[in-house]
């Protein structure tokens, strides 16, 4: 299958900078970069056309790389919280998308979409995992994402006390021995003929 050669309109990480004409497989043009108007394709009136426009696309490039630095600086040392249900082992029932990580950071004032989002693989256990977000092709801010049962396990993992699997089980077993009323065995009266006719 012939490659593609298309004109990057922007920095495409592990392709090229901004103007650059690269060779990429055709469904990878075809189904990425042209739809989200990453890339044109390298035609002789494209071509032209990106001459005559360049200095236009830098500038409007500059300007959201400006933007994405100043919204970068106040999502330093972000942290959200997921709260999903777990086994005993911390396997979660279930994993954590990009979509999951990206509505958190919106609910957390930082409207972003998943797509922004870098996961090599879905987040299938707990605990506590640094996500890269791309605010810009060329601005990327890690975001602390805190997979927890609950909150207090989550305040637990952030603070680097997170309890092992016997100690939850030992805990799990406290709390049903405080919470439940323990009968001896020798005190449970056994029904009579009586009380069952």
Request: net charge negative; glycine share 6%; hydrophobic share 40%.
């Amino acid at each position: 299958m012939a490659a593609t050669e298309v004109i990057l309109l922007q920095r495409v990480e592990h392709l090229g900078q901004m103007g650059e004409v690269v060779k990429v497989r055709p469904g990878y043009a075809r189904n990425y970069l042209l739809p989200q108007g990453k890339a044109i394709r390298a035609n002789e009136a494209n071509r032209a056309r990106f001459d005559r426009e360049r200095v236009q696309l830098e500038a409007a490039n500059i300007k959201r790389r400006e933007e994405a630095e100043r919204l970068s600086e106040r999502m330093e040392g972000l942290a959200v919280v997921l709260i999903r249900q777990a086994g005993d082992s911390g396997s979660l029932y279930g994993s954590v998308s990009p979509r999951d990580v990206a509505q958190a950071v919106t609910e957390a004032g930082f409207t972003i979409d998943r797509q922004q989002v870098s996961l090599a693989h879905p987040i299938k256990s707990l605990g506590l995992y640094d996500v890269k977000v791309a605010l810009h092709p060329e601005v990327v801010v890690p975001v602390v994402v805190n997979v927890a049962r609950s909150e207090e396990e989550a305040e637990r993992q952030a603070r680097g006390e997170a309890a092992t699997p016997e100690e939850e089980a030992t805990l799990a077993g406290d709390e049903a021995f405080i919470e439940g009323e323990i009968v001896p065995e020798d005190s449970v009266e056994e029904p009579t003929q009586e009380a069952t006719a």
